[in-house]
């Protein structure tokens, strides 16, 4: 690798697993310190212990997004361990399952908006005071496409979806009105292949679940993780210092139609 992130210090939610591993190692493999966050620390630890055999740098901390009090501990700690924060990746998320909007429950919404949408409030209210003694700095928040384009039984997702996107761009200019260069942009992918759509794939069963999604995706295929891992590590790298308050979609053309 080229050592894109050489020197960043990388702290990543939702890391034991997905999306939030898959970006982990792609910036460690550039060069970057990682600190890996998730509710299910064994897991984290796990991919942890497989960045830093291959000869990176990373760290493994407990967090339960939703709480504010682990997040202070947790970012807290991170700096520590990595001698400065210099990149927060927002990724940590949950579906919440289909359901139409007078089907839904109350308490399942909440909780869909309260892992989705308050995580990146929290750790972008905590993890800002770190990122200005690093700049310049940057906020990647893991939107989706279900952000931007909405379905018929997927209430709370799309509501959480769009809400990261527009906090994205209320952080960017939050920090640049504060005269910090610290960046905030959000990526919006389509279908991964993550253990998001382990759902779906009990439903139908794997192949004519994922030929079932890739029908609807322009370019004929669900996304790798490796694809949205590369569009975070361009927003987490210095190639993205004049970007702030953007929207990066990586979702195979489904946009477009």
Not at 218 to 227: F, N, Q, S, T, V
Not at 243 to 254: F, Q, R, S
């Amino acid at each position: 690798m080229s050592g894109r992130a050489a020197g960043k210090k990388i702290f990543i939610t939702g890391a034991a697993q997905g999306l939030g591993a898959a970006i982990a190692k792609r910036c460690a493999a550039e060069g970057a310190a990682v600190a890996l966050a998730d509710l299910n620390i064994t897991g984290a630890e796990a991919q942890a212990a497989e960045i830093n055999a291959a000869g990176g740098q990373a760290f493994a901390f407990a967090l339960d997004v939703t709480n504010e009090a682990q997040w202070i501990q947790a970012l807290a700690d991170a700096n520590a361990a990595m001698g400065g924060l210099s990149g927060l990746v927002n990724n940590a998320g949950v579906a919440g399952g289909a359901a139409g909007v007078e089907e839904m429950e109350l308490a399942a919404f909440r909780q869909v908006m309260s892992v989705n949408v308050d995580s990146v409030f929290l750790g972008a209210k905590h993890a800002i005071k770190y990122l200005a003694q690093n700049q310049p700095g940057s906020i990647v928040n893991i939107s989706s496409i279900a952000g931007l384009i909405a379905s018929h039984n997927t209430p709370a997702y799309n509501a959480s979806k769009a809400a990261v996107w527009l906090l994205s761009k209320n952080i960017a200019l939050y920090c640049a009105k504060k005269g910090l260069d610290v960046r905030s942009n959000s990526i919006h992918p389509t279908f991964i292949d993550t253990p998001i759509l382990d759902g779906f794939r009990g439903m139908f069963g794997k192949e004519a679940a994922e030929a079932k999604l890739a029908r609807q995706v322009p370019l004929g295929r669900i996304g790798a993780p490796e694809d949205v891992a590369s569009a975070a590590l361009y927003l987490l790298s210095d190639e993205s210092r004049f970007v702030t308050g953007a929207e990066l979609k990586v979702d195979g053309g489904i946009s477009a139609m």
